[in-house]
């Protein structure tokens, strides 16, 4: 068994650097951790080699927060010139970031769930499927700070064009009938 997870591992780290990424990571250990959940480490089979190596914990708090500086990085030249900069950009940060708007994203536009490694009971209960979750926003925040320590800014912003991240966010509001919301206009009203 320990030698299905290590084929596990290894597919899903190559078929998300191919799909997702378009580049490599340097440090392989940094993306199974990302891609690693709490279930899957802790199988008994697990491969004893890597369990020092550590699963996604920490990195989804980092990459959350890596997340929201690329966001007000891409806002911040937009929107710095205008008197209420400070309140547009953040609007725009907190919708790119919302929880139910990275799991719908990881879910539906980049499958995240087929690159996640996960434990076997939550893969036969397809835990991610599940509308009460949000699991793979932690997933999709875990990969993001892994890109980081791996990549720094420049490979998050690479995986955000790939993924056409803020277009992509932008769609899934119209198809659930939400008006696009231009934050600039809102606040000079």
């Known amino acids: ?20 990424l378009g580049f490599s990571f340097d440090d392989r250990n940094l ?19 890597l369990k020092d190596n550590g699963f996604q914990n920490g990195l989804d708090t980092f990459g959350d927060k890596v997340l929201d500086f690329a966001i007000f990085d891409h806002f911040m030249d937009i929107f ?16 790119y970031s919302q929880n139910a708007i990275l799991q719908n994203f990881s879910l539906n536009s980049i499958t995240l769930h087929n690159y996640v ?7 036969d209960k397809k835990i991610w499927d599940k509308s009460t979750t949000k ?13 980081y ?6 490979g998050v912003k690479k995986m955000l064009e790939k993924t056409d991240f803020f277009d992509t966010i932008d769609e899934l509001r119209f198809r659930n009938g939400q008006n696009k919301i231009d934050f600039h206009i809102i606040e000079r009203k």
């Open 1 to 20: 068994m320990t030698d299905i997870w290590k084929e596990i591992l290894e597919k899903n780290c190559v078929n998300i650097e191919r799909d997702l």
């Open 31 to 49: 993306l199974i951790r990302a891609l690693l959940r709490k279930a899957a480490h802790k199988d008994k089979e697990f491969p004893v080699e």
């Open 80 to 95: 710095l010139s205008d008197r209420n900069s400070e309140k547009i950009i953040n609007g725009h940060r907190e919708w």
């Open 117 to 123: 490694v996960w434990g076997i009971d939550e893969y």
């Open 135 to 147: 699991i793979l926003a932690d997933c999709f925040e875990a990969l993001v700070g892994a890109i």
């Open 149 to 154: 320590k791996d990549q720094n800014m420049t």
